[in-house]
């Protein structure tokens, strides 16, 4: 399965962990033509349940990997979500139903697919992405990871040395099926459950005793990020701890197919019983419901490893609890897909990496319980926050600087998720109040509101990043955490006031525009694909208006001039859209403009293919899907426009005047390395 010889044992990045966000950042790392490697010590992929839903900032996510339709179409969608709690008799009944996905939010609802078919997209697009030189290397893990500290600062060098080590497939391939008791066979995946003790000294043993197997090979790289999970052996190699609540909870998750006259059991549910617990109900691909039960809590002491006697919870003891929490419902299966126990705390590392060379993502670096549901979605997007940053620093685009902002901007939602989830699981975890008088119970409205409230953040989209070195948000308001000492902080500040709607901090939302040429409608989203580039987004106004036409020459002017900061930080030898892309999207009538009256370097002339009729859009009616009102959604005037930066993963970094070319220079000129000798920054 290796792909590189003993000899080349030189990769810029090293990735450690298989799972959605060791998948996550080779992905992004394969895109940019990052030299990487990705090891994982399981000799297999996930074939049946784990983690399952895809919020829908994550499917915007999977979307601009060109993934997003794959998990789209084999996904169940979730549309509603109903709330059940007893009646004046204490019998269940359905209380709200409201819609699921908070509409409006995004092109895309939540859904839900297993963590297998999401790695196996993940890996398809890995494969293609790096022409096959990249590959998921199974059976492999790290034995020791030393840093020299000497020239961590230096980036050409390769601080990191790590050796490898070989597993047999025996040693590597965890048992993972049963027989059910009624003859069934099922996968349960007690093998990853964190209630096992964790294995990695075990399987480090086995393979010492295996001849055929026991190689090793030491690695050299410039970063390594520990994307290994709950356990993560690089947090514990360079001496980072997880801290939070002392509270775990045990969940039991059942998939089956569900054989019941209970209503609802295509929606989403959250169940109150009177008496007898809860449980979520989450409707999956393949008629499979997943059943989430909360089966006991625990009370540890912080920081102690000591794991709960599990041997009690079988499919039949969730099963019976589900069945008391449905009455008078009825609830049976024949199909068993998947089940397990899952033990989980709400803790998050101190910190998130060391020398900004060494980081930690996803589970490695924060746990949660299931209830919050966020898993998967927040591990994926703590790689995505970091891949294109460390693409553009290996690159030699970027200042190193600029890898400061992973822990700035991931810290803050981890300590949010922790949050949300601790108030949630209170939440549905209580027993539903009698009555007002009940004050031990929790009351029904106050769960309908966190609800609803939870899922903005659920959804992902609500995401907000602090000012910092890349995010120009204006020093004090709005909430906004500032940058922290150890981030470098932007001299530039924006005016938001001109883009109410494009708020800077957070990712780009999208409406349809039209090509400008050819008046095919697009999603916004559609058009910024990840791929490392950054965007300038011109934006302005009405271009028939003499005012505003006279406006955009002048920032074209500046910007076509050799020593724009497109020009700057651009390699002569690399296509002119490759590190910042100029996509403007105007607001005259289509047909009182064609794509000529435009400057040109809003549409550049390539020797092969003539003029670029990619670049410019228009916010028009469309002939068969609509308008996608661009102005009027984000609240931007015709006879203003403006002028927006946007980061490789879609976060909008600025918003400003249409004309003031030199804040965005500053802007760029802060973090930005200038490529060419030849035209060196005019100071
Ligand atoms: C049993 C279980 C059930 C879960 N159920 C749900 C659920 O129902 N819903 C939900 O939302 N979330 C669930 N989760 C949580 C969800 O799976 C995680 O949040 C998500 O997978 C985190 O992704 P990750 O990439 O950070 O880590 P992981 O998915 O844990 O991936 C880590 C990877 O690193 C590998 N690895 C670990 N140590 C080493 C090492 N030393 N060397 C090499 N490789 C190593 C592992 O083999 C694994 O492939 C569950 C988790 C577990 C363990
Ligand atoms: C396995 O490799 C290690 C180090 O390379 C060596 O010390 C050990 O003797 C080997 N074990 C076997 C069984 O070959
Ligand atoms: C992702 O987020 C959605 C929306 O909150 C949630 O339903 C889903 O379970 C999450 N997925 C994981 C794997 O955590
Ligand atoms: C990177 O930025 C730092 C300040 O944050 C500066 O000291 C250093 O010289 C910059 N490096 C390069 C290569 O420009
Ligand atoms: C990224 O995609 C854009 C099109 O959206 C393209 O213009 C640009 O050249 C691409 N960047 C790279 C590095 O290929
Ligand atoms: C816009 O239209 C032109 C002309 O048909 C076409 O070449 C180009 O690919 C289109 N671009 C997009 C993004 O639709
Ligand atoms: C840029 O400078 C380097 C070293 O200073 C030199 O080797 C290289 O030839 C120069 N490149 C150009 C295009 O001038």
């Not at 008799?89 to 939540?110: A, C, E, K, W, Y």
């Not at 049976?332 to 060391?354: C, E, K, M, N, P």
Request: net charge negative.
């Amino acid at each position: 399965m290796r792909r590189y010889s003993m000899a080349e044992d030189h990769v810029d990045v090293l990735i450690v962990g298989a799972g959605p966000a060791g998948l996550m950042l080779a992905t992004w790392l394969a895109k940019c033509g990052v030299k990487a490697r990705i090891v994982d010590k399981r000799g297999t992929k996930i074939f049946n349940g784990q983690a399952d839903g895809l919020q829908c900032r994550t499917l915007e996510i999977l979307d601009s990997f060109g993934i997003g339709h794959r998990a789209w179409r084999e996904s169940n969608h979730m549309l509603e979500i109903c709330l059940w709690n007893p009646d004046s008799n204490g019998v269940i009944h359905r209380s709200s139903r409201l819609p699921d996905t908070i509409p409006g939010i995004s092109r895309f609802q939540q859904v839900v697919l297993h963590q297998g078919r999401i790695e196996r997209f993940f890996l398809d697009a890995i494969n293609e992405f790096s022409s096959g030189g990249v590959a998921v290397e199974r059976g492999v893990l790290p034995m020791s990871l030393e840093i020299d500290q000497s020239c961590v600062e230096d980036p050409e060098a390769y601080p990191i040395t790590a050796n490898l080590r070989h597993l047999s497939e025996e040693d590597a391939t965890p048992k993972q099926s049963s027989t059910m008791s009624n003859g069934l066979s099922s996968q349960d995946g007690l093998f990853r459950s964190n209630l096992m003790a964790d294995d990695t000294a075990d399987l480090l043993k086995t393979s010492e005793l295996n001849q055929k197997a026991n190689t090793t090979e030491t690695i050299k790289a410039k970063y390594m990020v520990g994307a290994d999970g709950a356990h993560s052996w690089v947090r514990k190699e360079i001496g980072l701890k997880l801290e939070g609540e002392s509270t775990d909870y045990i969940w039991g998750v059942l998939d089956i197919v569900p054989i019941t006259d209970f209503p609802d059991i295509r929606s989403r549910c959250a169940v109150h019983s009177a008496n007898s617990g809860s449980i979520m109900v989450i409707p999956r691909e393949n008629k499979l419901v997943r059943l989430y039960i909360q089966l006991t809590t625990t009370s540890k002491i912080q920081g102690q490893d000591s794991r709960t006697d599990r041997s009690w919870i079988t499919p039949q003891v969730i099963l019976e609890s589900a069945q008391r929490i449905l009455s008078p419902y009825k609830l049976d299966y024949r199909t068993l897909d998947w089940w397990t126990a899952y033990q989980i705390g709400q803790r998050v590392g101190s910190s998130f990496g060391v020398h900004d060379r060494v980081f930690l993502a996803g589970d490695a670096v924060h746990t949660h319980s299931p209830k919050a549901g966020q898993g998967m979605n927040v591990s994926m997007q703590d790689a995505y926050n970091l891949g294109w940053k460390l693409s553009s620093v290996i690159k030699g685009h970027s200042n190193r600087s600029i890898l400061k902002t992973y822990e700035f901007e991931r810290k803050a939602i981890a300590h949010a998720l922790i949050e949300f989830d601790h108030k949630f699981s209170r939440l549905f975890s209580g027993r539903p109040a009698k009555d007002i008088m009940d004050e031990e119970g929790i009351s029904m409205d106050e769960f309908r509101d966190a609800f609803q409230k939870g899922n903005l953040f659920a959804s992902g989209i609500a995401v907000d990043y602090g000012r910092s070195l890349i995010v120009t948000k204006p020093v004090a308001g709005n909430g906004a955490s500032e940058a922290t000492a150890a981030t470098t902080s932007t001299p530039v500040t924006g005016i938001q006031d001109l883009a109410p709607g494009l708020k800077v901090g957070q990712r780009i939302p999208s409406v349809k525009v039209l090509n400008q040429s050819d008046a095919r409608p697009w999603h916004l989203q559609e058009r910024l694909p990840s791929n490392g580039t950054w965007r300038l987004l011109v934006v302005p106004g009405d271009v028939s208006q003499p005012g505003q036409k006279s406006r955009l020459e002048k920032l074209c002017g500046q910007l076509s001039s050799p020593e724009s900061f497109l020009r700057r930080f651009t390699p002569n030898t690399a296509r002119y859209d490759s590190v910042i892309e100029v996509v403007t999207i105007h607001g005259a009538p289509r047909q009182s403009v064609d794509v000529f009256d435009f400057p040109e370097v809003l549409r550049p002339f390539h020797e092969v293919d003539g003029w670029d009729y990619e670049k410019i859009f228009v916010d028009d009616q469309s002939y068969h899907e609509g308008h996608g009102e661009f102005y009027k959604t984000f609240n931007i005037r015709r006879d203003e426009g403006c002028l927006v930066i946007l980061r490789p993963d879609q976060y909008i970094s600025y918003v400003g005047k249409l004309d003031d070319y030199e804040s965005a220079d500053r802007f760029f000129s802060e973090f930005m390395l200038p490529q060419n000798n030849l035209t060196l920054p005019k100071v």
